[in-house]
């Protein structure tokens, strides 16, 4: 009984962890707000326990700050925390494609194809939201196909933060066909090793959305 207990439990952090997640994503909780604590356990049917634990991970993971009593913020990110994140992300996925090109087999490659083209899809159904997720996903299999854990950790961190970024800026998505095209481009090259060539095109893709936003 107690283990069953411990699932049902962290369904519920989950939950709340993904409810609020979402709705700074989607600009339902905007930069800066305050979070309404009492309001949104009552809104996603939760108790302050799970509600507390899942404000701790997403404190930790940048999209909320607490101020000693002062309540649980959506965290403000400054231009300059925006384009260091830019920074890092450019030389750790050009270092992920690199290793990705000497260590990926047919299992990942269909992988990526297929986010590719379900980011294809998406675009074609003008479905943003799936947009971002596949625009996501393949950035993450990017450093998962590097083989170093390390580095797939420290993407993580910088994926995440980017996600945030792009939710502040709507227009982002405007061009989401650039993108898609050097997702393929970038496939293409892997497909053939050419490390250095998809790391080229993965750089240009990357200052791309970095002048698109500033």
């Not at 604590?37 to 909320?64: H, I, N, Q, W």
């Amino acid at each position: 009984m107690s283990g069953s207990k411990l699932i049902e439990h962290q369904n519920l952090r989950d939950k709340i962890y993904l409810y609020i997640k979402e709705a700074i994503l989607n600009h339902d909780l905007r930069e800066g707000e305050r979070i309404n604590l009492d309001a949104v356990a009552s809104e996603a049917g939760v108790s302050k326990t799970p509600l507390r634990e899942a404000m701790v991970r997403l404190e930790r993971e940048g999209f909320v700050v607490s101020v000693p009593r002062g309540g649980t913020f959506v965290r403000e990110i400054s231009e300059k925390e925006m384009r260091e994140t830019y920074e890092i992300r450019e030389a750790l996925e050009a270092l992920a494609v690199r290793l990705a090109a000497k260590r990926l087999d047919r299992e990942k490659l269909d992988e990526l194809a297929e986010t590719c083209r379900s980011f294809e899809r998406a675009l074609l159904e003008k479905d943003i939201r799936l947009c971002h997720q596949n625009d996501l996903r393949f950035h993450r299999l990017l450093a998962e196909a590097s083989g170093n854990e390390r580095l797939t950790v420290m993407m993580e961190t910088v994926h995440r933060h980017f996600s945030i970024l792009i939710s502040r800026n709507p227009e982002y998505w405007s061009r989401a066909d650039t993108s898609l095209r050097d997702h393929f481009a970038i496939l293409e090259a892997l497909s053939k090793g050419d490390g250095d060539g998809a790391a080229q095109i993965l750089g240009e893709h990357i200052k791309r959305g970095k002048e698109f936003l500033f």
